[in-house]
């Protein structure tokens, strides 16, 4: 769940990005883009508009339930090492210091 999450969010965050660049700064938005002029820019508009709101929530939502650790990020493949030994090595006694010369 972790990782379709993660995906989603880097899909909801491009097509933001795409989305916002859309908008126009001088108000043609999608009616500026080619020089086409759509029938109903109007509706074009306001359907480019509820489409960035509800990403930029999406985008938002799913950061927010990624950040706050609600679900966890799946366990790794990898398997868990073996479980320490109960007593510490044996440390060997008949070991003698070097004899010097």
């Given amino acids: 769940m972790y990782s379709f999450l993660q995906v989603t969010w880097i899909v909801v965050a491009i097509l933001l990005i795409f989305f916002i660049l859309l908008h126009s700064p001088k108000g043609d ?3 500026g883009i080619g020089g086409q ?10 359907t480019l508009n509820q489409t960035t ?3 930029l929530i ?4 799913i950061a927010v339930v990624l950040g706050a650790g ?4 799946n366990s790794p ?3 868990a090492p073996p479980p320490a030994a109960s007593s510490p090595p044996a440390i ?3 070991l003698t210091a070097p004899e010097s010369k």
């Fill in 77 to 79: 493949s990898v398997p």
């Fill in 70 to 73: 609600w679900i966890k990020p």
């Fill in 37 to 46: 002029s759509f029938a109903t820019t109007k509706t074009a508009e306001q």
């Fill in 92 to 94: 060997p006694t008949d």
């Fill in 29 to 31: 938005g999608l009616g």
């Fill in 53 to 55: 709101w509800t990403l």
């Fill in 58 to 61: 999406a985008f938002l939502g």
